[in-house]
C-alpha cells in the first residue's frame, strides 16, 4: 500500500528513461540541400533516479 508512495523523478517524469531527442544544425552554409543534419540522441537511463522513476 505504501510501494508507491514516493515522489516520482522530477528529470524523467518516473519514466526512468530520458528520451532520445532530434535537433536540426542551423548551420546553414548555404553549398547544398542537405537535410541531413538532424542529430538525435538515444534514449538513456536518468542520470537522475538512474532508472528507479524516483528519487530517493
Ligand atoms: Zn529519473
Redesign the pocket.
Given at each position: 500500500m505504501s510501494e508507491e508512495n514516493r515522489p516520482?523523478?522530477?528529470?524523467?517524469?518516473?519514466?526512468?528513461?530520458?528520451e532520445g531527442v532530434c535537433e536540426v544544425s542551423s548551420e546553414w552554409s548555404g553549398t547544398q540541400e542537405d537535410t541531413d543534419d538532424m542529430q538525435c540522441t538515444p534514449d538513456q537511463?536518468?542520470?537522475?533516479?538512474?532508472?528507479?522513476?524516483?528519487?530517493e
Open positions: 516520482p523523478c522530477p528529470t524523467c517524469q518516473g519514466k526512468k528513461i530520458i537511463v536518468c542520470p537522475t533516479c538512474k532508472g528507479k522513476g524516483y528519487e
